[in-house]
């Protein structure tokens, strides 16, 4: 179980009417994700992530893998480093290359630290001895750090140098079967974004510039996002603005229900996937046997998802400037439980509560996911602040009212600010629900109307 006392969280205590010089633009997340101590700033542009960010990051990874797998993925690792070479020969490296960092080893030989891996894939594939159209389609997935030169970081992980991406590569023998991959993905992409219970829009991102490749971007409608969509009132179908207007056809109508009521909305991109065809296995060689044996070029494609930016964006998204709010999924912790102050009146019987607490609840919701606020000098009021603060999905306080000789009752705080004050089997239930509703997101019956979940998904078909 989890300890209050014993975790890592440094906050950050700014003395009153300080004058904090502020050398980037903040962001409500950012914000507190720092004065909570969830989150240190290390040098420009790169983050520190404390123990409870942690637990939400790595319980996003948990929620990506299990969608990667469901849909076919098998997951490796490549070096960070990649050799310039390989990109020469697709010649990314030509394009603009202010945002990459490049490393020399002692022999002088170059290298990216890698901000995408399509090149070091292809090439690992290029040699592996012939691959045969049977082991095919191939869906390789990888969780590391990117690293980007940004000329301008902001709002924390939101826009880092360096961040966390789940990056998958499949290899297929014909375009058609591509296709097919592509929709398998997709769909896991969008299993995951109902999932994570953060309204979503995806948008088609196809130019035409690449010759027939596909294209799709999801993201998180925020005033910080950096891309600006069109969205339609009536159908919800969205689009990346550069693309809507880009099209020859009443511009300023619904490409989905031809409604003229578009409003442009500010979008974070989160994640994007790509039809690349043989752009990479081409110049790098990468090859199967086909039925009758001969060398072909395998047809790609690429698939990205934030992990760092999910978490920083759908917080931005869901909390006030006060109060940090969790997709429940994320949450760090599923209960907080808050027992009596040292010395009160109440300590000896309240304590007998709390201690049953301890075991009832660990029981119903897994020991892992109960936060202890064992700081027994501190007032309820002064850990009820915090916890409210920190967004725990529920907050149980042990107090006075708890050994009161009739009715005696809990307060249960719930993570948009509802109070109920229940007894200990209604605040049991209570969390026996939470842990079911959460099991029902994982195993995908999803207790949200029809309607809402298809206006998130028209018009996205390939
Ligand atoms: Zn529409």
Same mark, same amino acid.
């Not at 950096?226 to 990346?240: F, I, K, V």
């Not at 964006?313 to 027992?339: F, K």
């Given at each position: 179980?989890n300890?209050a006392?014993?975790?890592?969280?440094?906050a950050?205590i700014?003395?009153k009417n300080?004058?904090?010089?502020?050398?980037?633009?903040?962001?409500r997340?950012?914000?507190?994700?720092t004065?909570?101590?969830l989150?240190?700033s290390g040098s420009?542009?790169t983050y520190?992530?404390?123990p409870?960010?942690? &637990?939400?990051?790595d319980?996003?990874?948990d929620?990506?893998q299990r969608?990667?797998?469901?849909a076919?993925g098998?997951?490796?690792t490549?070096?960070?480093l990649?050799?310039t070479?390989?990109?020469?020969?697709?010649?990314?490296?030509?394009g603009d290359i202010?945002?990459f960092?490049?490393?020399r080893d002692?022999s002088?030989k170059?290298f990216?630290?890698?901000?995408t891996?399509e090149?070091?894939v292809?090439a690992m594939l =290029?040699?592996?001895?012939?691959?045969s159209?049977?082991?095919?389609?191939?869906r390789l997935y990888?969780?590391?750090p990117?690293?980007?030169?940004?000329?301008k970081?902001r709002f924390?992980?939101?826009?880092?140098?360096?961040f966390?991406?789940?990056?998958?590569?499949?290899?297929?023998?014909s375009?058609e079967?591509? &296709?097919e991959?592509?929709?398998t993905?997709s769909?896991?992409?969008?299993?995951?974004?109902?999932?994570?219970?953060?309204?979503?829009?995806k948008?088609?991102?196809?130019?035409?510039?690449?010759?027939?490749?596909?294209s799709?971007e999801?993201?998180?409608?925020s005033p910080?996002g950096?891309?600006?969509l069109?969205?339609?009132s009536?159908c919800g179908?969205a689009?990346n603005?550069?693309?809507?207007e880009?099209?020859?056809v009443?511009?300023a109508?619904c490409?989905?229900?031809?409604?003229?009521?578009?409003r442009?909305?500010?979008?974070?991109e989160?994640?994007?996937t790509?039809?690349?065809?043989d752009k990479?296995?081409?110049p790098?060689g990468a090859?199967?046997l086909?039925t009758?044996?001969?060398p072909?070029?395998?047809v790609?494609?690429?698939?990205?998802?934030?992990?760092?930016?999910?978490? =920083?964006a759908s917080?931005e998204? %869901?909390?006030?400037?006060q109060?940090?709010?969790?997709?429940?999924?994320l949450?760090?912790?599923?209960?907080?439980?808050?027992g009596?102050?040292?010395?009160s009146?109440e300590?000896? =019987?309240?304590?007998l509560?709390?201690?049953?607490?301890?075991?009832n609840?660990?029981?119903?919701?897994?020991?892992q996911?109960?936060?202890?606020?064992? &700081?027994?000098? %501190?007032?309820?009021?002064? &850990?009820l %602040?915090e916890?409210?603060r920190?967004?725990?999905p529920l907050?149980?306080?042990?107090?006075?009212k708890?050994?009161q000789?009739?009715?005696?009752k809990?307060?249960?705080?719930?993570?948009?600010g509802?109070? %109920?004050?229940?007894?200990?089997?209604e605040?049991l239930k209570l969390?026996s629900?939470?842990s079911?509703y959460k099991?029902?997101?994982l195993?995908?019956s999803?207790?949200?109307?029809?309607?809402?979940s298809?206006?998130?998904?028209?018009?996205?078909?390939?």
């Amino acid at each position: 179980m989890n300890k209050a006392s014993r975790l890592f969280c440094p906050a950050l205590i700014t003395p009153k009417n300080a004058v904090v010089k502020q050398s980037e633009q903040l962001s409500r997340s950012q914000k507190l994700l720092t004065e909570l101590g969830l989150v240190k700033s290390g040098s420009n542009g790169t983050y520190q992530i404390m123990p409870v960010a942690q &637990r939400s990051v790595d319980k996003l990874i948990d929620l990506v893998q299990r969608n990667m797998q469901q849909a076919g993925g098998q997951k490796i690792t490549l070096p960070i480093l990649t050799p310039t070479g390989l990109w020469k020969k697709t010649g990314r490296l030509e394009g603009d290359i202010s945002e990459f960092y490049m490393v020399r080893d002692r022999s002088g030989k170059q290298f990216l630290m890698s901000p995408t891996h399509e090149e070091a894939v292809t090439a690992m594939l =290029a040699t592996t001895s012939p691959i045969s159209y049977r082991q095919l389609p191939l869906r390789l997935y990888q969780i590391g750090p990117k690293f980007r030169d940004e000329l301008k970081t902001r709002f924390g992980l939101m826009r880092a140098k360096e961040f966390l991406m789940k990056d998958m590569y499949s290899f297929d023998v014909s375009e058609e079967t591509a &296709r097919e991959t592509y929709s398998t993905v997709s769909a896991a992409y969008d299993r995951l974004f109902k999932q994570l219970e953060v309204p979503f829009v995806k948008v088609n991102a196809a130019t035409g510039i690449m010759g027939g490749s596909v294209s799709h971007e999801y993201h998180y409608v925020s005033p910080v996002g950096e891309d600006t969509l069109l969205q339609c009132s009536s159908c919800g179908y969205a689009g990346n603005s550069e693309v809507l207007e880009g099209q020859t056809v009443s511009p300023a109508s619904c490409p989905s229900c031809k409604s003229l009521d578009l409003r442009e909305v500010r979008g974070v991109e989160v994640a994007h996937t790509f039809l690349l065809g043989d752009k990479y296995s081409k110049p790098l060689g990468a090859t199967f046997l086909n039925t009758s044996g001969k060398p072909q070029p395998l047809v790609m494609g690429c698939y990205g998802i934030g992990i760092t930016r999910i978490i =920083a964006a759908s917080l931005e998204v %869901l909390s006030t400037e006060q109060e940090l709010h969790w997709p429940r999924l994320l949450a760090p912790y599923d209960v907080c439980l808050i027992g009596p102050k040292q010395g009160s009146k109440e300590q000896p =019987a309240a304590e007998l509560i709390e201690n049953e607490l301890l075991l009832n609840v660990g029981e119903l919701c897994g020991h892992q996911e109960l936060l202890h606020d064992d &700081r027994k000098e %501190l007032t309820i009021g002064k &850990r009820l %602040l915090e916890a409210k603060r920190l967004g725990h999905p529920l907050t149980i306080v042990v107090g006075a009212k708890a050994v009161q000789q009739d009715s005696p009752k809990l307060e249960v705080h719930l993570s948009k600010g509802e109070k %109920l004050e229940l007894d200990l089997s209604e605040a049991l239930k209570l969390v026996s629900e939470h842990s079911q509703y959460k099991n029902s997101l994982l195993n995908g019956s999803f207790h949200r109307d029809e309607e809402e979940s298809r206006s998130q998904s028209v018009g996205h078909q390939l």
